[in-house]
């Protein structure tokens, strides 16, 4: 299972244990966000979970021709509107996407999806997910899901 390699040891799957004692574990008091597509575009959903029950807190979708960068954006923002709704502004959020991490930082979802009759719902949503990040501020902490060193997200569709 482990290999010397230096000082280190390396697991098998190829992560060192100074990594892991570097990210460490996962904050279990969150909510954990993920977003599926069957296709690229495809049919789209997302959900927010307790990340330590799994329990789920809310979920949209399906909807047609979706991306999931879009899905994990808009969960990503239900997530944050939901908690200060709840008035929760340090409870933390994971996401396993850089993406729409980044696209909630600069509050823009950068798509190239094209817009079109049978996805206007999505751009919608979108638009109205900006609006929110422009009018409002938030203090929750937004983490990468560390999949690697964690396993799957546990809002995770499980369809791979």
Do not use: C
């Amino acid at each position: 299972m482990f290999e010397n390699i230096g000082k280190t040891k390396k697991f098998s799957s190829g992560l060192s244990e100074a990594r892991l004692k570097l990210i460490g574990q996962p904050n279990y008091n969150s909510i954990a966000v993920d977003a599926a597509s069957s296709g690229n575009p495809g049919v789209m959903e997302y959900r927010g979970v307790d990340t330590k029950t799994g329990m789920q807190l809310f979920h949209q979708g399906p909807f047609k021709r979706g991306t999931n960068n879009i899905g994990e954006f808009l969960a990503l923002v239900h997530a944050l509107a939901l908690l200060q709704k709840e008035n929760r502004p340090n409870l933390p959020i994971y996401s396993d996407s850089r993406i729409a991490i980044g696209w909630v930082k600069r509050k823009k979802a950068n798509t190239k999806l094209k817009k079109g009759a049978d996805n206007s719902i999505l751009f919608q949503l979108m638009n109205r997910a900006e609006t929110w990040l422009e009018n409002n501020s938030f203090t929750n902490p937004i983490y990468k899901w560390e999949t690697k060193e964690w396993g799957e997200i546990p809002a995770d569709f499980g369809r791979k």
